[in-house]
């Protein structure tokens, strides 16, 4: 009987799920518990379920240097500006694959909708998403198609990428030990590593009750801003960086009749453009006239029974019966 991540597992409520499966194996087993922490109730878990059980603490044998590999950074940060300030860190100078962590599955789809956005090449795990997608987005990660992974606490068991050099506590972890666990993505096989930390004000007590157990010495967070001075020079980033990949456009919108939206920077002049424009009102508002050709055939579309002038009435029948409004009345 093997039970991993059996501290999470406890957390999320499976106990009742873990007593049953334990109930259907025989007395006599050979059980292993795997934890990667070891609160009061794995230990109780451990003495319900284990026979005179034997507690092995696995640790690498330069943990103490890895650790020191690490550079922690931690900063007050305002949640409307969070992005931003990201958005310049993922741009500092020897910066390779990235692990963000966010409290919730909502927060870590918002903020790869918004980091993919700005250009860069981002994936996430979370529980919203099939087993199957997250193994692509690991898959991609690993292979460095996509250098900037977001992920939950949960869904972030099981990340081991050695190549890892920052991490970014977009929101505080919830104790010391949720923290190490976290920044432990980095730093790993004494290569070096850096661990940046976002604190809110609301979170201030959180941070202290971390760093008085950590030992950190940073009882006040730095004030920081994406334009902050300080955050170019503790992470290395170009001056005159902004929160953009520059020469980065977002893909544009659909338009209504499912084609990619034209902007000032299409091929052919603002004549050609308005042209084509008028174009596309004529074939959505039918073929028989435009949209300024004025009152009769606008009146004709939204009187049942009467034709157009061309006589052709078949497609506003069916523009009535789908809902939508004619181009021609807009």
Do not use: C
Request: proline content about 5%.
């Amino acid at each position: 009987m093997v039970l991993d991540e059996a501290d999470k597992m406890l957390d999320l409520g499976f106990l009742p799920d873990i007593e049953k499966l334990f109930a259907q194996t025989t007395a006599t087993r050979h059980t292993m518990l795997f934890s990667a922490t070891m609160p009061g109730p794995i230990i109780a878990l451990a003495r319900r379920f284990m026979n005179r059980p034997v507690h092995i603490r696995a640790t690498d044998p330069d943990e103490g240097i890895t650790q020191a590999n690490i550079k922690h950074l931690v900063y007050r940060a305002h949640s409307m500006d969070k992005d931003e300030v990201v958005a310049r860190i993922l741009q500092a100078e020897g910066r390779g694959k990235t692990v963000i962590f966010t409290r919730t599955k909502r927060a870590a789809a918002k903020l790869v909708e918004e980091l993919t956005d700005r250009g860069f090449k981002a994936a996430a795990v979370h529980g919203d998403l099939s087993q199957e997608q997250r193994e692509r987005a690991m898959a991609a990660f690993k292979a460095g198609k996509k250098d900037v992974l977001i992920a939950t606490d949960v869904a972030a068991r099981g990340i081991d990428v050695d190549d890892v050099t920052h991490v970014i506590n977009h929101t505080i972890p919830d104790d010391g030990e949720s923290y190490l666990h976290r920044v432990g993505r980095t730093g790993r096989a004494g290569k070096t590593g850096i661990a940046v930390t976002f604190v809110d004000w609301e979170d201030l007590h959180k941070w202290s009750l971390i760093n008085r157990a950590l030992e950190f010495g940073q009882p006040e967070p730095v004030e920081t801003y994406s334009s902050s001075p300080h955050l170019f020079e503790d992470l290395n980033i170009p001056n005159g960086t902004r929160g953009r990949i520059p020469g980065h456009r977002p893909a544009p919108e659909a338009s209504e009749s499912g084609s990619a939206t034209e902007t000032s920077s299409g091929s052919g002049s603002e004549e050609e453009r308005a042209a084509r424009s008028r174009s596309r009102r004529r074939t959505r508002g039918g073929s028989g006239g435009s949209a300024q050709s004025g009152g009769p055939q606008a009146h004709a579309e939204h009187t049942p029974g009467s034709g157009t002038h061309d006589g052709s009435s078949a497609p506003r029948r069916r523009r009535r019966r789908g809902g939508s409004q004619p181009a021609a009345s807009a």
